[in-house]
């Protein structure tokens, strides 16, 4: 059965795993951060602050996987007791990889919900339920980190006092990251249906929606497998919760990447709005003229802001735009 897989071997596979995700997020970290100061972005940026952020969390709990790894067979008791090694919780290096896993968490939950206010025209109100969630996650993950400190070897980590907190840890970043997918999905989707009447071509806008959706279905179907194997009481809870900080930051960093690369921004989209004629005004034809006045969701570049993904100055708007027939 997946739940009576031995400790030591999943460990082991831990290594393995999380350093080959490691290898492909540190490419995609790397490449982020080189494209964010193309674009001259400032260093005080949220959004280069948690780039940054991110990759030191997730580097320094990998540093402390492979280094777990060294103590289990050769330092601790001499090599001859991996298993006691890996069964306590309490061990100073569990304790502090555990924390650098919830800062991890925390980071990303941060820069979905920034996200998502950019997007929202910066509108609080959308943002107080992730807010209440990722609150909830922090006060879990200090809560979590607490009690590994506390953990007395032999104890079983699924009937542990730590058990109710990581269930609340799991429940609160699910939360997080539907709740700000959806409320994205729908407003890109509302605006795209807005505009099109105007550009015709909104192919740009659902590129982007495509980013953002996979990059967070990753996430969410990693954070299911954690959920999924520690309430089944497997040891592959094991595997899924160490590879869940590098996971969480493959997902982020796709979706800086790809957008900051120009998949989802197409040069013509600037020339589209110009010959669409929506932002000209006082246009007068012999016959009868008729102002039409339109309220329509747009940037500079007729769009959503979605260029502040990638680190870029753009800002939302309503701009009036005065069609003359």
């Given at each position: 059965?997946v739940a009576?897989?031995p400790?030591?071997?999943v460990?082991?596979a831990t290594?393995?795993?999380?350093?080959?995700l490691y290898g492909?997020?540190?490419?995609?970290?790397i490449?982020?951060?080189?494209?964010?100061?193309?674009?001259?972005?400032?260093?005080?940026?949220?959004?280069?602050l948690?780039?940054?952020?991110m990759?030191s969390?997730?580097t320094?709990?990998w540093i402390?996987?492979?280094?777990?790894s060294?103590?289990a067979?050769?330092?601790?008791?001499?090599?001859?007791?991996p298993?006691?090694?890996?069964?306590?919780?309490s061990?100073?290096t569990?304790?502090v990889k555990?924390g650098?896993?919830?800062?991890?968490?925390?980071?990303g939950d941060a820069l979905?919900?920034?996200?998502?206010w950019?997007?929202?025209?910066?509108?609080?109100?959308v943002?107080i339920f992730?807010?209440?969630t990722?609150?909830?996650?922090?006060?879990?993950?200090?809560?979590?980190?607490?009690?590994?400190t506390?953990?007395?070897?032999?104890?079983?980590?699924?009937?542990?006092?730590?058990g109710?907190?990581?269930t609340?840890?799991a429940?609160?970043?699910?939360?997080?990251?539907?709740?700000s997918?959806?409320f994205?999905?729908?407003?890109?989707?509302?605006s795209?249906?807005?505009i099109?009447?105007f550009v015709?071509?909104?192919s740009?806008?659902m590129?982007?929606?495509?980013?953002?959706v996979?990059?967070?279905?990753?996430y969410t179907?990693w954070?299911?497998?954690?959920?999924?194997?520690?309430?089944?009481?497997?040891?592959?809870q094991?595997n899924?919760v160490d590879c869940?900080p590098v996971m969480?930051?493959?997902?982020?960093m796709?979706?800086?990447v790809?957008?900051?690369l120009g998949?989802a921004?197409?040069?013509?989209?600037?020339?589209?709005l110009?010959?669409?004629?929506v932002?000209?005004?006082?246009?007068?034809?012999?016959?009868?003229?008729?102002?039409?006045?339109?309220a329509?969701h747009?940037?500079?570049d007729?769009?959503?802001?979605?260029?502040?993904?990638?680190?870029s100055?753009?800002?939302?708007?309503?701009?009036?735009?005065?069609l003359?027939?």
């Open positions: 059965m009576e897989i400790l030591v071997p460990n082991l290594v393995a795993l999380e350093s080959c492909a997020f540190m490419v995609l970290a490449t982020s951060i080189s494209l964010l100061r193309a674009r001259n972005v400032k260093l005080s940026s949220p959004i280069f948690g780039v940054v952020a990759t969390t997730i320094a709990h402390l996987t492979v280094d777990r060294f103590l067979f050769l330092y601790f008791e001499n090599g001859t007791s298993l006691g090694f890996y069964g306590d919780l061990q100073i569990e304790v555990t650098f896993l919830m800062a991890t968490l925390t980071i979905i919900i920034h996200r998502l950019i997007i929202w025209n910066r509108k609080f109100a943002l992730p807010l209440s990722l609150l909830g996650l922090t006060v879990c993950g200090v809560g979590i980190t607490y009690q590994f506390q953990y007395k070897p032999g104890q079983n980590v699924f009937l542990s006092e730590a109710r907190w990581i609340s840890d429940v609160f970043t699910l939360s997080t990251n539907i709740y997918t959806g994205i999905t729908w407003r890109i989707l509302k795209s249906r807005a099109k009447p015709g071509d909104t740009n806008l590129s982007v929606l495509g980013i953002i996979e990059s967070a279905a990753l179907t954070s299911l497998f954690f959920f999924v194997t520690y309430q089944s009481g497997s040891n592959l094991f899924a869940w969480s930051g493959i997902s982020c796709l979706i800086h790809r957008v900051g998949w921004h197409k040069a013509e989209s600037t020339g589209n110009k010959s669409t004629g932002v000209s005004s006082g246009i007068q034809r012999p016959g009868v003229a008729v102002n039409i006045s339109r329509v747009a940037t500079r007729y769009d959503l802001p979605l260029d502040e993904l990638d680190g100055q753009s800002k939302l708007g309503l701009r009036q735009s005065k003359s027939v």
